[in-house]
């Protein structure tokens, strides 16, 4: 499969946690990261704590560039949407596939943001 971005052949990665093991796409010239969607759906459920965050994810102008999906044969435009979580990254996904193309730093960003509005949430319901 190839990066929707780069054009470049994806490696597939190991990530391996204490109760899990996924098997994600990575492109080695950009970073980004294509999950199918119960990958997607395991690691949005990961939190990382933080108490501050810096965010790395891609300029607006670049994560609007339009992107074709690399894994279903007809390959067709993805779909761009805010994510629920941070309305900051906007994610690339397929209506065919349920796959989703994450730039680097986006899944950082996302797992990040859930954190801080959690707490957000909590010291409001506490007042």
């Known amino acids: 499969m190839n990066c929707p971005r780069c054009k470049v052949s994806m490696q597939l990665e190991s990530i391996k946690e204490k109760d899990y093991q ?13 999950l199918d969607y119960e990958e997607m759906k395991k690691l ?12 790395q994810i891609p300029p607006q102008i ?7 999906c690399p894994r279903c044969p007809e390959a067709p435009l993805l779909i761009k949407a805010d994510h629920p ?4 990254v906007i994610i690339d996904y397929c209506e ?5 193309w994450l730039d680097p730093g986006e899944l950082t960003a ?4 859930h954190f801080l509005i959690s ?9």
């Open 22 to 34: 996924l098997e994600i796409d990575r492109c080695p010239q950009c970073d980004g990261i294509w």
């Open 119 to 127: 707490i957000y949430h909590f010291i409001r319901d506490l007042a």
């Open 44 to 55: 949005e459920s990961i939190v990382e704590p933080v108490a501050w965050e810096i965010r």
């Open 110 to 113: 996302i797992q990040q943001e």
């Open 62 to 68: 670049d994560q609007l560039i339009g992107l074709y």
């Open 85 to 88: 979580r941070d309305h900051h």
């Open 96 to 100: 065919q596939c349920n796959g989703t």
